[in-house]
């Protein structure tokens, strides 16, 4: 994964490299990126198929034809019997970044740094341990973000989250401050009920709220719902560009203070607001043109 801000991530899928049909038709779908996965997806007799079948379909130009979606590989955790295998591949091939679970602390982090032959890891934050030293996971170089792990995190905490995920709150928000202090993206864990697209917009919405970059997604039949919540709206954009347009006009006028629908307006608002309309414009600019059409 590039350092790059401003790059549109709403949606993450999740793919199983050991299927050669999904992941021909990721290719047209309207993801943001793509994950293909060598740990949970995929059975251990399959473990070596799927990663050469995963270090195949990055090959060649424009990472394997997937067009503006960065493509990530999700090894299995560090210590597992295909560890090491994976790393190596992943590190040797095309792949854009490396997805590495079950990162408990900051000498995970780098040791699955140093592995990785120069690209970017995303961490998963998946165990009561890396929550509570998500800051110095974070603050590893090559770190370049954060994906929650919910599910395994929920179990080892023997909470029952609900459709608020009130359990894991704190968890989310801890995970946040730390990617935010170090200037790293973060990443909505899975939603697993894949018929009930409601729950899902209620849950990507809960994402966006708390300050997620984007989400991960399980299946191709989420990617329209949760690109929906994390793109930018029309009404978004032209409040965006009121506000910043209010501002500009006070700090012209020589006013010390800009107000907007009744609304204090301050730097931090306009900065808020830029950044909006610089991933509103990078978003509409993607080549697929069916982000939104799934």
């Known amino acids: 994964m590039r350092k790059d801000a401003d790059r549109p991530r709403g949606t993450l899928l999740y793919l199983p490299a050991s299927n050669a049909r999904a992941m021909e038709k990721a290719r047209s779908l309207a993801a943001d990126v793509l994950l293909l996965d060598l740990e949970d997806a995929v059975a251990p007799d399959a473990k070596t198929a799927a990663r050469e079948a995963a270090v195949a379909a990055v090959t060649g130009g424009n990472a394997g034809g997937f067009g503006h979606r960065e493509v990530g590989i999700r090894v299995n955790a560090l210590g597992t019997p295909w560890a090491e295998a994976d790393l190596a591949a992943?590190?040797?091939?095309?792949?854009?970044?490396?997805?590495?679970?079950?990162?408990?602390?900051a000498d995970d982090a780098r040791a699955a740094?140093?592995?990785?032959?120069?690209?970017?890891?995303?961490?998963?934050i998946e165990t009561p341990g890396?929550?509570?030293?998500?800051?110095?996971?974070?603050?590893?170089?090559?770190?370049?973000?954060f994906i929650a792990g919910f599910n395994d995190l929920a179990k080892d905490l023997h909470a029952r989250p609900g459709a608020d995920r009130l359990p894991l709150l704190y968890s989310a928000s801890r995970m946040l401050l730390a990617a935010r202090a170090a200037g790293i993206p973060a990443f909505d864990g899975v939603f697993a009920s894949i018929a009930d697209l409601d729950g899902l917009a209620a849950e990507?919405?809960?994402?966006?709220?708390l300050g997620f970059d984007g989400k991960t997604c399980i299946h191709p039949g989420q990617l329209?719902?949760?690109?929906?919540?994390?793109?930018?709206?029309?009404?978004?954009?032209?409040?965006?560009?009121?506000m910043m347009a209010a501002y500009a006009e006070a700090m012209a006028a020589g006013r010390g203070v800009a107000t907007w629908k009744g609304r204090l307006v301050e730097a931090l608002h306009v900065q808020e607001a830029e950044r909006l309309l610089r991933l509103a414009e990078r978003i509409a600019a993607l080549d697929s043109g069916v982000r939104l059409e799934i």
């Open 224 to 242: 329209a719902v949760v690109n929906r919540v994390f793109t930018p709206s029309a009404g978004d954009v032209e409040e965006a560009r009121q």
């Open 204 to 209: 990507a919405q809960q994402g966006l709220a």
């Open 130 to 145: 890396a929550v509570l030293r998500a800051d110095a996971i974070a603050g590893v170089p090559g770190i370049m973000g």
């Open 113 to 124: 740094v140093a592995r990785a032959g120069g690209k970017p890891v995303l961490a998963m």
């Open 90 to 105: 992943v590190a040797a091939s095309a792949a854009d970044f490396l997805v590495v679970p079950k990162i408990g602390d």
